[in-house]
């Protein structure tokens, strides 16, 4: 499809801010009011009909799909984005490792303990450890502490936390992106950390390669989302 739109604008709306193409505001891809939480998201949004050139991309359109999504998925069925969330958190990836006289063990000891401690501290709650891939279910408290914790986020919250659990198996994980000190790259890693152990010891092929720069790039897109929604 052809650019069909010269200007670029963002202008204030009731509840928000929207996207306005040759000054016509933008509408979901289900055909609702695009109104965005906040000027940095709309911006961000903007860029990306800015920097389309004469024939449009749609693979490049990457915030205004998860903003359409946000609008038109998250916030017509809030309960069933948060159970697909909260299933991350019964069988977070960080909360099962390998069989503690093995060396991967130590590494998981290493990277994934401090990452889960801190969300224990945050939330008031104590997360099982496993060792091995028998299922140890979480308790009914901190399953419950962490459900009030997603409840409390906002529909482009919930969209960008849903991308960032499936994309690393761990809500754990997607709960401290949303923190001011977050260091996504590294909390990405942490999410694969079994497999760079694995290329540690047998290398890297070409696909899995690609498929892993893709999936980090797509985790920072889903954090710099959020951020964008925090303003």
Request: aromatic content about 8%; overall charge negative; proline content about 3%.
């Amino acid at each position: 499809m052809k650019r069909f739109w010269n200007n670029v604008g963002v202008e204030p709306r009731e509840g928000g801010w929207q996207v306005t193409l040759d000054a016509r505001p933008i509408k979901t891809q289900g055909g609702k009011p695009q109104i965005l939480p906040t000027r940095d998201l709309a911006d961000l949004l903007a860029a990306e009909f800015a920097g389309q050139g004469e024939k449009i991309d749609p693979k490049a359109f990457i915030f205004r799909d998860l903003a359409d999504f946000a609008i038109d998925k998250v916030r017509e069925d809030r309960e069933a984005h948060l159970a697909k969330l909260l299933s991350y958190g019964e069988t977070d990836t960080l909360c099962y490792r390998a069989d503690p006289d093995e060396p991967l063990y130590r590494r998981q000891q290493e990277v994934w303990e401090p990452i889960v401690t801190a969300c224990e501290a945050a939330h008031g709650i104590r997360l099982e450890r496993a060792s091995g891939i028998i299922h140890r279910k979480q308790s009914d408290a901190a399953l419950a502490a962490l459900r009030a914790r997603l409840a409390s986020e906002d529909d482009f919250t919930l969209a960008a936390l849903v991308t960032l659990t499936s994309l690393g198996a761990s809500l754990v994980v997607a709960l401290a992106v949303l923190e001011d000190s977050a260091q996504t790259d590294a909390l990405f890693a942490a999410t694969n950390l079994e497999e760079d152990w694995q290329v540690e010891l047998w290398g890297q092929d070409h696909e899995a390669e690609v498929a892993r720069k893709a999936k980090l790039e797509a985790f920072r897109q889903a954090a710099r989302f959020a951020e964008a929604v925090r303003g």
